[in-house]
C-alpha cells in the first residue's frame, strides 16, 4: 500500500500566490476527485507537481511513501510512481510514444505489442501510436492514448486534470472505464480534477475534495458532488 500526501503547499506564478496551503493525502486504489470554481488552482495544483518551470512553490511538499517528489527531476517523479495527464496537454514533436514510455522507465519488452493490447481496451486505433507524443491526435486521441502510457506505466498514483474535458460519451465512458479498472489491476491510487459528475458515473469516487481560493475548504464523500450540482461553489467560497 502507498500513500501520497501533500502538504501546506504554497505555490506562486507569475509572482501571485496561487496555491495557499493545500493538503490532500490519499493512498492506494482510492479515487480521489477535485471540484472548484474556475481559477481556483486545480491546474496550478497539476503545474506545479509536475515540476512546470514557471510554478514558484514557496512551501510544502508532495510525497510519495515518504520520498519527497519536489527534489526530483519530472522524469524521477515519473519512476516513483507518479502519473501526471495535464489539462492542455504538450505536443512533443519528433517523439515517439514509445520512447518517451522507456524513458519513463518502461521495458521495452514486447513495448508496442502491449501498447497495441492497451490501444484496443480503449478503441484507439493502433496508428495513432506510431505518431509523435499528441501531434495532430484529436482531443478525444490524446485522452486514450494517455490511457494507454498509464496501463504501462502503472504509476502508483494518476494525477489527471480534466481528462474528461472534450471528450464524446463513448471516449469518456473509456476513460472513466479505463481508471476504474487500473484502481483494481494494480491498485493505483487516482487523483482527478473534474467540473462535472458525469465522470463519476463509471469511476467511483472514494473522496471528493472541494477547492476555492487555493485551497481545500471541504472534504467528503460522493454526496459531495451531488450537493455541488445542485448548490453550486457558492456555499464553499472563501477569499
Ligand atoms: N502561467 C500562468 N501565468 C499567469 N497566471 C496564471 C498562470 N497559470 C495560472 N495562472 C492564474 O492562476 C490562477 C489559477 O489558475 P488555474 O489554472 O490553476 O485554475 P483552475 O482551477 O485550473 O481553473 P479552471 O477550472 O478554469 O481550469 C488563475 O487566476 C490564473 O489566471
Ligand atoms: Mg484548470
Same mark, same amino acid.
Given at each position: 500500500?502507498?500513500?501520497?500526501?501533500?502538504?501546506?503547499?504554497?505555490?506562486?506564478?507569475?509572482?501571485?500566490?496561487?496555491?495557499?496551503?493545500?493538503?490532500?493525502?490519499?493512498?492506494?486504489?482510492?479515487?480521489?476527485?477535485?471540484?472548484?470554481?474556475?481559477?481556483?488552482?486545480?491546474?496550478?495544483?497539476?503545474?506545479?507537481?509536475?515540476?512546470?518551470?514557471?510554478?514558484? @512553490?514557496?512551501?510544502?511538499?508532495?510525497?510519495?511513501?515518504?520520498?519527497?517528489?519536489? #527534489? %526530483? $527531476?519530472?522524469? +524521477? !517523479?515519473? =519512476?516513483?510512481?507518479?502519473?501526471?495527464?495535464?489539462?492542455?496537454?504538450?505536443?512533443?514533436?519528433?517523439?515517439?510514444?514509445?520512447?518517451?514510455?522507456?524513458?519513463?522507465?518502461?521495458?521495452?519488452?514486447?513495448?508496442?505489442?502491449?501498447?497495441?493490447?492497451?490501444?484496443?481496451? @480503449?478503441?484507439?486505433?493502433?496508428?495513432?501510436?506510431?505518431?509523435?507524443?499528441?501531434? #495532430? %491526435? $484529436?482531443?478525444? +486521441? !490524446?485522452? =486514450?492514448?494517455?490511457?494507454?502510457?498509464?496501463?504501462?506505466?502503472?504509476?502508483?498514483?494518476?494525477?489527471?486534470?480534466?481528462?474528461?474535458?472534450?471528450?464524446?460519451?463513448?471516449?469518456?465512458?473509456?476513460?472513466?472505464?479505463?481508471?476504474?479498472?487500473?484502481?483494481?489491476?494494480?491498485?493505483?491510487?487516482?487523483?482527478?480534477?473534474?467540473?462535472?459528475?458525469?465522470?463519476?458515473?463509471?469511476?467511483?469516487?472514494?473522496?471528493?475534495?472541494?477547492?476555492?481560493?487555493?485551497?481545500?475548504?471541504?472534504?467528503?464523500?460522493?454526496?459531495?458532488?451531488?450537493?455541488?450540482?445542485?448548490?453550486?461553489?457558492?456555499?464553499?467560497?472563501?477569499?
Amino acid at each position: 500500500m502507498s500513500v501520497l500526501s501533500i502538504s501546506g503547499l504554497r505555490v506562486d506564478v507569475a509572482g501571485k500566490e496561487v496555491l495557499k496551503g493545500f493538503d490532500l493525502t490519499m493512498s492506494s486504489g482510492e479515487v480521489h476527485v477535485i471540484m472548484g470554481p474556475n481559477g481556483s488552482g486545480k491546474s496550478t495544483l497539476a503545474h506545479a507537481i509536475a515540476g512546470h518551470p514557471g510554478y514558484q @512553490v514557496r512551501e510544502g511538499s508532495v510525497r510519495i511513501d515518504g520520498v519527497e517528489l519536489l #527534489d %526530483l $527531476s519530472p522524469t +524521477e !517523479r515519473a =519512476r516513483h510512481g507518479l502519473f501526471l495527464a495535464l489539462q492542455h496537454p504538450m505536443e512533443v514533436p519528433g517523439v515517439r510514444p514509445v520512447d518517451l514510455l522507456a524513458a519513463a522507465g518502461a521495458s521495452r519488452v514486447d513495448l508496442m505489442a502491449r501498447m497495441r493490447d492497451e490501444a484496443r481496451r @480503449v478503441e484507439l486505433r493502433p496508428d495513432v501510436l506510431e505518431r509523435f507524443v499528441n501531434v #495532430d %491526435l $484529436s482531443g478525444g +486521441e !490524446r485522452k =486514450r492514448a494517455e490511457m494507454v502510457q498509464l496501463a504501462i506505466l502503472r504509476p502508483k498514483f494518476a494525477l489527471l486534470d480534466e481528462i474528461d474535458s472534450g471528450l464524446d460519451v463513448d471516449a469518456l465512458g473509456a476513460v472513466a472505464r479505463r481508471l476504474q479498472e487500473a484502481t483494481l489491476e494494480w491498485d493505483c491510487g487516482v487523483l482527478a480534477i473534474t467540473h462535472f459528475r458525469r465522470l463519476l458515473h463509471e469511476l467511483t469516487p472514494t473522496t471528493i475534495h472541494v477547492v476555492s481560493a487555493g485551497r481545500v475548504v471541504a472534504t467528503g464523500g460522493p454526496e459531495l458532488a451531488e450537493i455541488l450540482e445542485r448548490d453550486g461553489y457558492e456555499p464553499f467560497r472563501i477569499e
